[in-house]
């Protein structure tokens, strides 16, 4: 176990030599990390227990975070805590989490280097709008993202509740490079073939997945933005569909701000209108990061 929360422990309270894990009374939003996979220098996902209490929706974020360092003066030490969405689905016993490595980042400059084992702080206090309650009926669902904002629709994907409501599932994901693309596309790829999740979801269901991803940099099938393939109608000739309209489609964006304001113009241009968890309506959208 690497030692990024026993220097905080041992602050706040002996640390019993024995376990591997401190005790969890020292901490008490504690969770274990159980996995972690690095997909690019960039990128990378992992796994926590979850707690008992924690219920949420598919599609919310939660805080979580590390110990601060001590301060200066006072030697105390403060939670350092970031948004973060539940890339896992409702009903899994852990959390999964879909992480970028900002080099600078004062959390994720740590957070990169936490191993099975490691705590994490966790705050269990689910929120957000990317969830079906904040959607009025529709045929299809549209999950637009880019970078670490495929977080949200992995969760979703693996929600019956999608499947249940839609006859289409399409998903959309932008980035620059391919390798960006892998936590994605693996994501899916093992979806469908998974038996416990056909037996969950059901095989015909898992086949309403339409997969549209695109990078902007590197050389792939399917080059550009997705805005830009909208706007010119090129991912409807190649999903072969007729357009977005308000009677039959719904989306979901989560995305950089410029990205976010941008699918706004454009669903609000399909004659789509904002949804929120108090008045659902037609599209609902998160940020993926701020700044
Ligand atoms: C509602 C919400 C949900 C979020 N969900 C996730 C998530 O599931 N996964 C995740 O990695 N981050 C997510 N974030 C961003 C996250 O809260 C942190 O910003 C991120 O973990 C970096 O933290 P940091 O302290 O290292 O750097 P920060 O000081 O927070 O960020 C430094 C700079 O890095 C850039 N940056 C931050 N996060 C990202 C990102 N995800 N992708 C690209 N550039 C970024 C921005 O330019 C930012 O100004 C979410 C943010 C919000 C508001």
């Known amino acids: 176990m690497s030692t990024l929360l026993d220097i905080s422990m041992t602050e706040m309270s002996p640390v019993n030599q024995a376990s591997p894990v401190p005790a969890k009374m ?30 949420f929706r598919s599609g919310e974020f939660v805080m979580i975070g590390l110990m601060g360092d001590p301060d200066p003066k006072t030697g105390k030490q403060k ?12 009903w899994d016993e852990e959390l999964e989490f879909y992480s970028i490595k900002v080099q600078d980042g004062p959390l994720t400059s740590r957070l990169q280097h936490i191993q099975p084992g490691d705590q994490i702080i966790l705050r269990p ?14 045929k299809r669902i549209w999950f637009f993202a880019t970078g670490t904002g495929f977080a949200p629709f992995a969760s979703l994907l693996r929600e019956p509740e999608t499947y249940e409501n839609y006859e289409q599932v399409i998903i959309t994901h932008t980035c620059r490079d391919v390798a960006e693309l892998d936590y994605g596309r693996t994501l899916i790829e093992e979806l469908k073939a998974d038996e416990m999740m056909q037996e969950l979801i059901g095989a015909e269901n898992l086949a309403k997945i339409r997969y549209y ?50 699918m706004k113009a454009l669903l609000e241009g399909f ?18 990061f701020v700044g």
């Open 213 to 262: 991803p695109t990078t902007t940099r590197e050389e792939s099938p399917k080059m550009g933005r997705i805005t830009t393939l909208l706007e010119d109608g090129t991912v409807f000739r190649d999903l072969g569909i007729d357009g977005i309209s308000p009677e039959t489609d719904r989306g979901m964006v989560c995305g950089s701000l410029d990205f976010n304001t941008d």
């Open 79 to 90: 939670p350092l805590l970031r948004a973060y969405s539940i890339a896992s689905p409702s």
């Open 125 to 138: 206090k689910p929120v957000g709008t990317l969830v079906h309650d904040a959607l009025l009926p529709g």
């Open 26 to 55: 020292a901490m008490p939003d504690a969770q274990t990390v159980t996995a972690v996979t690095h997909w690019t220098d960039r990128l990378f996902s992992f796994r926590v227990t979850r707690p008992q209490s924690l219920r």
């Open 271 to 288: 004659g789509l209108t904002e949804g929120a968890n108090s008045e659902p309506a037609q599209y609902v959208v998160e940020k993926a």
